[in-house]
């Protein structure tokens, strides 16, 4: 059964911007859980872009996307987006959302969980190429 559903991904020049969303499917609300959203570039390890968790708006991102991504979520939307501005090759990848409830983590920071990337659900998937 599939959780997320990714899209917004595409092909984009340097400098240029896109906007991902992850909708839960029918029957997952994603109110409650970290959402997270992940990207594997060719030939290089997963890793967490950007986290929020819902209950208390707590985000992270890592170094590399500060100021130039943006994380956000429309609740009445069951959809989380991830603002993706000023790309550059280095951003291509699969990019991936998740979800979680990390009851084995009560007190963690978005960033533990994040970096860990040990998530329950996973969507399909939507390709990001930033190129001339």
């Known amino acids: 059964q599939e959780h997320l559903k990714e899209s917004g991904g595409g092909l984009v020049q340097p400098g240029g911007s896109l906007t991902l969303s992850c909708v839960g499917s029918s029957g997952f609300f994603l109110d409650g859980y970290v959402i997270g959203w992940f990207r594997q570039a060719p030939g290089k390890e997963p890793e967490g872009v950007s986290c929020?968790?819902?209950?208390?708006?707590?985000?992270y991102y890592t170094d590399s996307v500060k100021g130039r991504f943006t994380i956000s979520r429309d609740s009445a939307k069951n959809a989380v987006y991830l603002r993706m501005n000023s790309l550059q090759p280095e951003d291509t990848g699969d990019y991936y959302c998740?979800?979680?409830?990390?009851?084995?983590?009560?007190?963690?920071?978005?960033?533990?969980?994040?970096?860990?990337?040990?998530?329950?659900?996973w969507g399909q998937g939507t390709q990001v190429a930033v190129s001339s």
């Open positions: 998740a979800a979680d409830l990390p009851f084995d983590y009560p007190t963690a920071t978005v960033q533990f969980l994040c970096n860990r990337g040990d998530f329950g659900y």
């Open positions: 929020i968790r819902t209950s208390d708006e707590e985000i």
